[in-house]
């Protein structure tokens, strides 16, 4: 019997597993709905092979079956389009299909969870954990990317390595063949007047540069390479894969077990200690919910028992939604599948086999920056993505020419959504319900940053290689025009959060101090569900940190 039985071998997962099986003497299991062994396929560990995931056309390369493609709920605030929502289904979970951006968030952040009631979670204590992740490879290799500059200073100049750690399981690198238009990108945006950044992971996040990434040696770096091979071997931690939880197994008021089905046989498993719920912020609402805790009326509607009636399970859905501008270039500096860069694109496949090197070491948006979306900001509330390709995952044809796209991301929300059940049934998708847009300031920022990512076309820097704009087409000016595009331009950026959120007021789930179920012994949960508020950026790096967090907090005995 185990000490510990973690629910998920996604991001969290894998670091819980990896740091409680320190101890010889604590014996842990992880129940996991995907397989072991994705980072050794060669689509998973190529970082480009991502755009691939999810082309209906490119399925056979194997990236659906890593996959949950969850539907959202039809959203009235984008005109009822109803968005994919993908997320890993894989020990890595998510780590092993995204896109591989490390970006802590802005310090002012976890001020903010304080203010929420996350007493314990400030901004030094969670530097603290970042650090402790993280292998840092400028750190330990400087020359690493000696060529790689911004508006003409080294990158590996411009980090304060007072921010960054070395010698951890995640590894954290620059891009490693970065495609030349970036510098160009760097110079119109400050010639739009955008201040540019050696490193959003430093003192301050605001700015343009480029993004570190979940790399080493020109390979994706997900949770299953980092974590999870790093203690499989070890006697005390088992991995048991294929093993969809049904539910958990309470005793009155106390968490003691988990009911799972593997190859159609239903299972048990107890645990000496205690159950840590990691599924993720769509998952783990639905596990709590699917056994009895959470909001009574979405129970009862399902014929579920209420065993523990917690109003905020599922609650407070965050995430972060984002549109495009896509742009035909007259060079073909881009990447893209047309007959006169054949030899280049031949060349580029054998620099990744043989150096891990060129095009394919790509994540398909090594630039971009945070911003200030108008002079009222106090601090960045946009993301913005450079992709030297006009391909993406949403229009696959687009390959077939030379271009790129820019992307911009509402940071903060407003709006609040939910997650669900459309049934008791724990195989069937859980009900996510984002509101995208339901509040319209989320709107408004999104059509601030078409704007902008339109100023930053047209400065000189790009002049030579500005062609015809694909979407939305320079004939959608005004911002009515605008709006309309969104609707059916847009996206999840698949950072969902905040659905079992810590704090202390009616609607917390989680106790900041212990990350345990209020109201309920043996449990805890610890992933992104947890966090208060969504962070300003992509929110793998964070996740690693709350998990770790929340590792010492189990060890310490709180």
């Given at each position: 019997?185990?000490?510990?039985?973690?629910?998920?071998?996604?991001?969290?997962?894998?670091?819980?597993?990896?740091?409680?099986?320190?101890?010889?003497?604590?014996?842990?299991?992880?129940?996991?709905?995907?397989?072991?062994?994705?980072?050794?396929?060669?689509?998973?560990?190529?970082?480009?092979?991502?755009?691939?995931?999810?082309?209906?056309?490119?399925?056979?390369?194997?990236?659906?079956?890593?996959?949950?493609?969850?539907?959202?709920?039809?959203?009235?605030?984008?005109?009822?389009?109803?968005?994919?929502?993908?997320?890993?289904?894989?020990?890595?979970?998510?780590?092993?299909?995204?896109?591989?951006?490390?970006?802590?968030?802005?310090?002012?952040?976890?001020?903010?969870?304080?203010?929420?009631?996350?007493?314990?979670?400030?901004?030094?204590?969670?530097?603290?954990?970042?650090?402790?992740?993280?292998?840092?490879?400028?750190?330990?290799?400087?020359?690493?990317?000696?060529?790689?500059?911004?508006?003409?200073?080294?990158?590996?100049?411009?980090?304060?390595?007072?921010?960054?750690?070395?010698?951890?399981?995640?590894?954290?690198?620059?891009?490693?063949?970065?495609?030349?238009?970036?510098?160009?990108?760097?110079?119109?945006?400050?010639?739009?007047?955008?201040?540019?950044?050696?490193?959003?992971?430093?003192?301050?996040?605001?700015?343009?540069?480029?993004?570190?990434?979940?790399?080493?040696?020109?390979?994706?770096?997900?949770?299953?390479?980092?974590?999870?091979?790093?203690?499989?071997?070890?006697?005390?931690?088992?991995?048991?894969?294929?093993?969809?939880?049904?539910?958990?197994?309470?005793?009155?008021?106390?968490?003691?077990?988990?009911?799972?089905?593997?190859?159609?046989?239903?299972?048990?498993?107890?645990?000496?200690?205690?159950?840590?719920?990691?599924?993720?912020?769509?998952?783990?609402?639905?596990?709590?919910?699917?056994?009895?805790?959470?909001?009574?009326?979405?129970?009862?509607?399902?014929?579920?028992?209420?065993?523990?009636?917690?109003?905020?399970?599922?609650?407070?859905?965050?995430?972060?939604?984002?549109?495009?501008?896509?742009?035909?270039?007259?060079?073909?500096?881009?990447?893209?599948?047309?007959?006169?860069?054949?030899?280049?694109?031949?060349?580029?496949?054998?620099?990744?086999?043989?150096?891990?090197?060129?095009?394919?070491?790509?994540?398909?948006?090594?630039?971009?920056?945070?911003?200030?979306?108008?002079?009222?900001?106090?601090?960045?509330?946009?993301?913005?993505?450079?992709?030297?390709?006009?391909?993406?995952?949403?229009?696959?044809?687009?390959?077939?020419?030379?271009?790129?796209?820019?992307?911009?991301?509402?940071?903060?929300?407003?709006?609040?959504?939910?997650?669900?059940?459309?049934?008791?049934?724990?195989?069937?998708?859980?009900?996510?319900?984002?509101?995208?847009?339901?509040?319209?300031?989320?709107?408004?920022?999104?059509?601030?940053?078409?704007?902008?990512?339109?100023?930053?076309?047209?400065?000189?820097?790009?002049?030579?290689?500005?062609?015809?704009?694909?979407?939305?087409?320079?004939?959608?000016?005004?911002?009515?025009?605008?709006?309309?595009?969104?609707?059916?331009?847009?996206?999840?950026?698949?950072?969902?959060?905040?659905?079992?959120?810590?704090?202390?007021?009616?609607?917390?789930?989680?106790d900041p101090a212990s990350l345990r179920v209020h109201g309920l012994e043996g449990l805890r949960v610890i992933d992104a569900s947890i966090f208060p508020a969504v962070t300003s950026g992509n929110t793998m790096a964070p996740t690693v940190a709350v998990a770790e967090k929340g590792a010492d907090l189990i060890k310490a005995g709180t």
């Amino acid at each position: 019997m185990p000490d510990y039985i973690i629910v998920g071998g996604g991001v969290a997962g894998c670091v819980l597993a990896y740091r409680l099986s320190e101890d010889p003497n604590v014996r842990v299991s992880v129940l996991e709905f995907g397989k072991a062994g994705n980072h050794k396929k060669t689509i998973v560990k190529m970082p480009l092979g991502m755009v691939t995931f999810m082309m209906p056309n490119l399925a056979f390369l194997g990236g659906p079956k890593m996959m949950y493609l969850f539907k959202g709920e039809p959203n009235h605030g984008l005109g009822g389009t109803a968005l994919e929502l993908p997320r890993g289904k894989s020990v890595g979970g998510s780590s092993m299909i995204n896109g591989m951006v490390y970006i802590r968030g802005q310090h002012e952040d976890f001020d903010h969870w304080e203010e929420l009631g996350a007493t314990g979670w400030g901004r030094d204590e969670m530097l603290r954990y970042f650090k402790k992740s993280e292998n840092f490879e400028i750190a330990t290799n400087p020359h690493h990317t000696p060529g790689h500059s911004i508006d003409g200073k080294l990158i590996s100049d411009l980090v304060d390595h007072d921010y960054h750690g070395v010698g951890g399981p995640y590894n954290v690198a620059p891009p490693r063949s970065p495609n030349p238009l970036s510098e160009l990108y760097f110079q119109a945006c400050k010639q739009a007047g955008l201040p540019l950044n050696g490193d959003f992971n430093g003192k301050e996040q605001e700015g343009i540069g480029y993004h570190w990434l979940q790399q080493k040696g020109g390979e994706r770096w997900g949770m299953e390479s980092g974590f999870a091979n790093s203690c499989k071997n070890r006697p005390n931690v088992e991995f048991i894969t294929e093993a969809k939880v049904r539910r958990l197994i309470l005793d009155g008021k106390k968490v003691t077990g988990v009911e799972y089905d593997q190859g159609g046989e239903t299972k048990t498993l107890h645990a000496d200690r205690e159950v840590i719920v990691s599924a993720g912020a769509f998952n783990s609402p639905q596990i709590l919910m699917l056994s009895g805790i959470g909001p009574g009326h979405e129970l009862n509607r399902h014929g579920i028992e209420v065993k523990h009636a917690l109003a905020g399970v599922g609650q407070n859905l965050q995430d972060h939604i984002d549109t495009w501008i896509k742009q035909k270039t007259l060079s073909r500096i881009t990447y893209g599948i047309t007959w006169p860069v054949l030899p280049k694109n031949i060349a580029h496949v054998f620099k990744w086999i043989f150096a891990r090197r060129g095009a394919f070491t790509c994540n398909s948006a090594e630039a971009g920056g945070f911003i200030r979306s108008h002079e009222g900001a106090d601090r960045p509330d946009l993301q913005l993505f450079f992709c030297p390709t006009i391909a993406s995952a949403q229009a696959a044809g687009s390959f077939f020419t030379h271009g790129w796209s820019m992307h911009a991301t509402d940071l903060r929300p407003y709006s609040r959504g939910h997650v669900g059940l459309h049934s008791s049934n724990p195989f069937d998708a859980p009900l996510i319900q984002h509101n995208f847009c339901q509040d319209d300031r989320d709107m408004q920022n999104l059509v601030r940053g078409i704007h902008i990512m339109r100023h930053i076309t047209d400065q000189p820097a790009l002049a030579e290689h500005v062609g015809e704009e694909m979407e939305p087409g320079r004939d959608v000016q005004t911002d009515d025009e605008i709006r309309s595009y969104i609707k059916s331009h847009c996206m999840s950026m698949y950072h969902p959060t905040s659905t079992c959120a810590m704090g202390s007021g009616k609607d917390a789930v989680t106790d900041p101090a212990s990350l345990r179920v209020h109201g309920l012994e043996g449990l805890r949960v610890i992933d992104a569900s947890i966090f208060p508020a969504v962070t300003s950026g992509n929110t793998m790096a964070p996740t690693v940190a709350v998990a770790e967090k929340g590792a010492d907090l189990i060890k310490a005995g709180t």
